[in-house]
């Protein structure tokens, strides 16, 4: 009797219960599995996530917060900061909030002893593992919720008060609403399947490296119990530990055959990649942050670890943090008198995964300089540069005038205003940097001059175009139905024989010298335009206005004449030969059109009209 009790006792040390799932059962089952996972501290799919958030955690400092006089909040030293820091003599903050996170995470509950010095003053705390304390109540009074805690670290019970003890919970558990509630009570099977797979591993390893086998002798052959065991020992020493692989000589007919399934038929990776996607999940956590398989596969498919550490935050370690700041709020910083006006939170501006890419932040204040709503000194100040007088500036573009509320004249009325006048940070900041520009008088008068060059330039250019084109067309014309005339009566006519009678280069070079010449005049007349509106008197150096008359001359490759005439020539060919046309028939059909140089368009005065709006356009962008 007495070694089934100590059994029991060092089982439940060993591999203690967490209080609040005594009598865990899953649907349709009746397995304990929480008896056999314990308290999962040798699960490593428990483990593995959790330890992830104890090593991270700490990263994140505590404070107290002080709203003043001027409504401003500001971080403020305090005792209970210090108590924290330096919880007793054997450990620091990190390892007591590494332990309670393990409690929390794991169990739903984590608690903290207060141990009182002079002056029933809080002068040390204490972690307690989860599953060694209870919250209680007295037996003679039913109604009242939680009077004291039960405190077993072995087989002695201690008693201590409930202002004693700071306890975490994780919301409450409707089976025992003094206790929180378990993260992964509702996974326990997920934790106990990942267990059973990676002991199965772990046992074929052990044994043989082969799942296990049937040993038998032919049907001729018996053999006696002393001989089975034999074989079973000697199989065994043949094929275990460093002797896997080894041959092994059987000195009569036998049959060895598999028993049970091998690992690949178990499917055993498949199976752990659900237990740890679903822990991962109860958790708050994506799986790849933790290193797990299933989850790095988001990362080959546009999830960056960046933004799953980001997730992990704000999924698990965000919501923690405030829970926990709450906790010491209402049952421990009330240990040092009159504390409403303080807030306890945790502060992350330090927390790597949380801070702004340098990347970003520097294109983000290098548009707000260049938009001239920051200024080159705050952007010199955010990166750490020094600065100087000269960078208290906004930068601007050129050509715009500042306009302050005097010169903007009356709202326009479709802008409505607001019903209130509260401003975001980011609102206040822009109406204290914005300013109103308008262009100046001069770039009025000059767009307008240009507009009015453009206007008659077009023209001009699209008549020159028309002409050209016109002329194109009947040499096309003329060449193709002399073309089809020499040939005889049964020919098969080919469009790409029509072509090469055809000299491109000719026609080429006549568009480019009517390029280069519309080109010029535009040059030249807006070049006049800038220096009478700005009181300029510059000229272009030559190198720069052959580059502008060469870009003309580039710019005619852009109609591609040679396939525009060949695709309108096949046409025509091919719907007389829909028709049925003889080669004469066909000569009569060319010498009736007159869109070979229109390219798609249904004419060339579509073509023309749409080149020469483009080309005067770029002639005078660049020239400007």
């Given at each position: 009797m007495f070694k089934t009790i100590k059994k029991i006792f060092v089982k439940e040390i060993e591999?203690?219960?967490p209080p609040n799932t005594a009598f865990l059962m899953m649907p349709n089952s009746k397995v304990d599995y929480q008896r056999k996972v314990g308290a999962g501290l040798r699960s490593n799919v428990i483990m593995s996530p959790v330890q992830w958030v104890m090593r991270t955690f700490p990263e994140s400092r505590l404070v107290i917060e002080r709203t003043n006089a001027d409504d401003e909040a500001e971080f403020i030293e305090h005792e209970m900061l210090d108590l924290i820091d330096k919880p007793n003599e054997f450990y620091t903050y990190e390892t007591l909030i590494m332990a309670t996170l393990l409690s929390w995470n794991t169990s739903g509950n984590a608690y903290w002893l207060k141990i009182r010095g002079n002056g029933n003053q809080v002068s040390e705390l204490w972690y307690v593992p989860h599953w060694m304390i209870t919250p209680k109540s007295e037996k003679n009074n039913p109604r009242s919720y939680i009077d004291y805690y039960e405190y077993k670290p072995v087989s002695e019970v201690y008693r201590y008060e409930v202002n004693d003890v700071v306890h975490f919970r994780f919301g409450l558990d409707p089976e025992n609403i003094r206790l929180g509630l378990s993260p992964l009570n509702a996974v326990i099977r997920e934790i106990y399947t990942d267990d059973e797979a990676s002991n199965f591993s772990a046992a074929i390893l052990r044994n043989m490296g082969v799942p296990g086998v049937v040993i038998s002798p032919d049907a001729e052959m018996t053999i006696d119990t002393e001989a089975a065991l034999e074989i079973k020992e000697k199989f065994k020493e043949m094929f275990s530990g460093d002797n896997r692989?080894?041959?092994?000589?059987?000195?009569?007919?036998?049959?060895?055959?598999t028993f049970g399934f091998n690992p690949q038929q178990l499917k055993l990776g498949d199976i752990r990649d659900i237990s740890e996607e679903r822990v991962c999940a109860a958790l708050g956590l994506p799986a790849a942050v933790v290193g797990f398989g299933s989850g790095l596969q988001q990362t080959k498919v546009g999830a960056t670890m960046e933004a799953l550490i980001s997730l992990a935050w704000s999924?698990?370690?965000i919501p923690t943090q405030r829970i926990l700041a709450k906790v010491l709020q209402n049952q421990l910083l009330t240990d040092y008198g009159d504390t409403e006006d303080l807030k306890v939170k945790f502060d992350n501006s330090e927390v790597l995964a949380l801070g702004e890419n340098k990347n970003d932040r520097i294109a983000r204040l290098d548009m707000g300089v260049r938009s001239g709503w920051v200024k080159v000194s705050e952007a010199r100040?955010?990166?750490?540069?020094?600065?100087?007088?000269e960078?208290?500036?906004?930068?601007?573009?050129?050509?715009?005038?500042?306009?302050?509320?005097?010169?903007?004249?009356?709202?326009e009325k479709s802008i409505k205003k607001k019903d209130d006048d509260t401003k975001t940070l980011f609102e206040e900041r822009i109406a204290d940097t914005a300013q109103v520009v308008r262009p100046k008088r001069w770039q009025y008068r000059l767009a307008r001059e240009l507009e009015a060059d453009a206007q008659y330039y077009l023209k001009r250019f699209r008549s020159g175009l028309i002409k050209k084109l016109t002329e194109i067309n009947d040499v096309v014309r003329d060449a193709a139905v002399k073309f089809i005339n020499s040939k005889q009566a049964e020919s098969e006519i080919d469009a790409d024989e029509i072509i090469e009678n055809l000299d491109f280069i000719v026609i080429d070079n006549g568009l480019k010298e009517l390029y280069k010449a519309n080109y010029k005049r535009i040059m030249s007349a807006t070049i006049k335009r800038v220096n009478g509106a700005m009181e300029l008197g510059i000229s272009l150096p030559d190198f720069r206005q052959n580059e502008i008359l060469a870009e003309g001359g580039k710019r005619v490759g852009l109609l591609d004449m040679e396939s525009g005439v060949r695709d309108n020539i096949y046409k025509v060919l091919e719907e007389g030969r829909t028709q049925g046309e003889s080669v004469a028939q066909l000569a009569r059909r060319l010498s009736d059109m007159d869109g070979f140089s229109a390219g798609r368009f249904n004419d060339v005065r579509t073509r023309a009209q749409l080149i020469a709006r483009t080309e005067v356009g770029h002639a005078q962008n660049i020239s400007a």
């Amino acid at each position: 009797m007495f070694k089934t009790i100590k059994k029991i006792f060092v089982k439940e040390i060993e591999q203690p219960r967490p209080p609040n799932t005594a009598f865990l059962m899953m649907p349709n089952s009746k397995v304990d599995y929480q008896r056999k996972v314990g308290a999962g501290l040798r699960s490593n799919v428990i483990m593995s996530p959790v330890q992830w958030v104890m090593r991270t955690f700490p990263e994140s400092r505590l404070v107290i917060e002080r709203t003043n006089a001027d409504d401003e909040a500001e971080f403020i030293e305090h005792e209970m900061l210090d108590l924290i820091d330096k919880p007793n003599e054997f450990y620091t903050y990190e390892t007591l909030i590494m332990a309670t996170l393990l409690s929390w995470n794991t169990s739903g509950n984590a608690y903290w002893l207060k141990i009182r010095g002079n002056g029933n003053q809080v002068s040390e705390l204490w972690y307690v593992p989860h599953w060694m304390i209870t919250p209680k109540s007295e037996k003679n009074n039913p109604r009242s919720y939680i009077d004291y805690y039960e405190y077993k670290p072995v087989s002695e019970v201690y008693r201590y008060e409930v202002n004693d003890v700071v306890h975490f919970r994780f919301g409450l558990d409707p089976e025992n609403i003094r206790l929180g509630l378990s993260p992964l009570n509702a996974v326990i099977r997920e934790i106990y399947t990942d267990d059973e797979a990676s002991n199965f591993s772990a046992a074929i390893l052990r044994n043989m490296g082969v799942p296990g086998v049937v040993i038998s002798p032919d049907a001729e052959m018996t053999i006696d119990t002393e001989a089975a065991l034999e074989i079973k020992e000697k199989f065994k020493e043949m094929f275990s530990g460093d002797n896997r692989g080894e041959a092994m000589v059987m000195t009569g007919k036998t049959k060895i055959e598999t028993f049970g399934f091998n690992p690949q038929q178990l499917k055993l990776g498949d199976i752990r990649d659900i237990s740890e996607e679903r822990v991962c999940a109860a958790l708050g956590l994506p799986a790849a942050v933790v290193g797990f398989g299933s989850g790095l596969q988001q990362t080959k498919v546009g999830a960056t670890m960046e933004a799953l550490i980001s997730l992990a935050w704000s999924g698990n370690l965000i919501p923690t943090q405030r829970i926990l700041a709450k906790v010491l709020q209402n049952q421990l910083l009330t240990d040092y008198g009159d504390t409403e006006d303080l807030k306890v939170k945790f502060d992350n501006s330090e927390v790597l995964a949380l801070g702004e890419n340098k990347n970003d932040r520097i294109a983000r204040l290098d548009m707000g300089v260049r938009s001239g709503w920051v200024k080159v000194s705050e952007a010199r100040a955010a990166e750490g540069l020094p600065v100087e007088a000269e960078d208290e500036v906004y930068l601007r573009p050129f050509g715009f005038d500042e306009l302050g509320s005097e010169g903007m004249g009356e709202p326009e009325k479709s802008i409505k205003k607001k019903d209130d006048d509260t401003k975001t940070l980011f609102e206040e900041r822009i109406a204290d940097t914005a300013q109103v520009v308008r262009p100046k008088r001069w770039q009025y008068r000059l767009a307008r001059e240009l507009e009015a060059d453009a206007q008659y330039y077009l023209k001009r250019f699209r008549s020159g175009l028309i002409k050209k084109l016109t002329e194109i067309n009947d040499v096309v014309r003329d060449a193709a139905v002399k073309f089809i005339n020499s040939k005889q009566a049964e020919s098969e006519i080919d469009a790409d024989e029509i072509i090469e009678n055809l000299d491109f280069i000719v026609i080429d070079n006549g568009l480019k010298e009517l390029y280069k010449a519309n080109y010029k005049r535009i040059m030249s007349a807006t070049i006049k335009r800038v220096n009478g509106a700005m009181e300029l008197g510059i000229s272009l150096p030559d190198f720069r206005q052959n580059e502008i008359l060469a870009e003309g001359g580039k710019r005619v490759g852009l109609l591609d004449m040679e396939s525009g005439v060949r695709d309108n020539i096949y046409k025509v060919l091919e719907e007389g030969r829909t028709q049925g046309e003889s080669v004469a028939q066909l000569a009569r059909r060319l010498s009736d059109m007159d869109g070979f140089s229109a390219g798609r368009f249904n004419d060339v005065r579509t073509r023309a009209q749409l080149i020469a709006r483009t080309e005067v356009g770029h002639a005078q962008n660049i020239s400007a």
